[in-house]
């Protein structure tokens, strides 16, 4: 049977109007990029303030990274089997962002918190420990209470983070670091003192 002239006219719509579509999605597609790019153009990698002075560096068995298991649990998880256990997500852990990977959040036990005073073996002794003094996103502590993350913080003496550094965090990071959950320790302090700088 010969295809009329009008069923012709339809297909030629059809086929412009998925050109189109593909054309728009292209251009969506780009757009996305374009502000991925421009977002990593803006991030300003924090250097060790400190100098030459870093702390001791980590045992592999002592950092982890901290992954979301569902919405309100987390875990920690470590790329290799080791001999030594796994510590609970149970206290406040030091975390760094690195510039290298910047879709991760590796984390290691702070020596003052629960999971410090339990498994001391899993202690580190702080930010650099865990960067070995290289470059870092971000810096700061994570607190955990029974795989839940109860708040996160900026901070570190190394690396002295401030709540603005949140901009360079990428959208996976902030997935996993909601800003709902952030809390800035310097404000708290200057509302209790009531200080209004």
Same mark, same amino acid.
Not at 72 to 92: E, H, I, K, W
Not at 101 to 117: L, Q
Not at 179 to 197: N, Q, T
């Given at each position: 049977?010969?295809?009329?002239?009008?069923?012709?006219?339809?297909?030629?719509?059809?086929?412009?109007?998925?050109?189109?579509?593909?054309?728009?999605?292209?251009?969506?597609?780009?757009?996305?990029?374009?502000?991925?790019?421009?977002?990593?153009?803006?991030?300003?990698?924090?250097?060790?303030?400190?100098?030459?002075?870093?702390?001791?560096?980590?045992?592999?068995?002592?950092? !982890?990274?901290?992954? *979301?298991? @569902? &919405?309100?649990?987390?875990?920690?998880?470590?790329?290799?089997? #080791?001999?030594? $256990?796994?510590?609970?997500?149970?206290?406040?852990?030091? !975390?760094?962002?690195? *510039?290298? @990977? &910047?879709?991760?959040?590796?984390?290691?036990?702070?020596?003052? #918190?629960?999971? $410090?005073?339990?498994?001391?073996?899993?202690?580190?002794?702080?930010?650099?420990?865990?960067?070995?003094?290289?470059?870092?996103?971000?810096?700061?502590?994570?607190?955990?209470?029974? $795989?839940?993350?109860?708040?996160?913080?900026?901070?570190?003496?190394?690396?002295?983070?401030?709540?603005?550094?949140?901009?360079?965090?990428?959208?996976?990071?902030?997935?996993?670091?909601?800003?709902?959950?952030?809390?800035?320790?310097?404000?708290?302090?200057?509302?209790?003192?009531?200080?209004?700088?």
């Amino acid at each position: 049977m010969p295809i009329s002239r009008h069923d012709r006219r339809l297909d030629i719509d059809r086929m412009a109007a998925v050109s189109q579509r593909r054309r728009i999605e292209a251009l969506a597609a780009r757009a996305r990029i374009a502000a991925i790019y421009a977002s990593r153009a803006a991030m300003q990698p924090l250097e060790n303030r400190l100098g030459e002075l870093i702390q001791r560096q980590a045992h592999p068995h002592q950092v !982890f990274e901290l992954r *979301r298991i @569902d &919405p309100d649990t987390y875990c920690l998880v470590r790329d290799f089997r #080791s001999q030594f $256990g796994m510590p609970a997500p149970n206290g406040s852990f030091d !975390f760094v962002v690195l *510039r290298e @990977d &910047p879709g991760r959040i590796y984390v290691g036990a702070n020596p003052m #918190s629960v999971c $410090g005073y339990e498994t001391p073996e899993f202690a580190i002794d702080g930010h650099t420990s865990i960067s070995g003094g290289l470059p870092v996103l971000f810096a700061g502590t994570v607190y955990l209470v029974d $795989g839940r993350l109860l708040h996160w913080t900026p901070g570190s003496g190394h690396y002295q983070t401030t709540p603005a550094h949140r901009a360079n965090l990428i959208p996976a990071v902030r997935l996993l670091l909601p800003e709902a959950k952030f809390r800035d320790p310097w404000a708290v302090m200057r509302r209790r003192m009531g200080l209004r700088c």
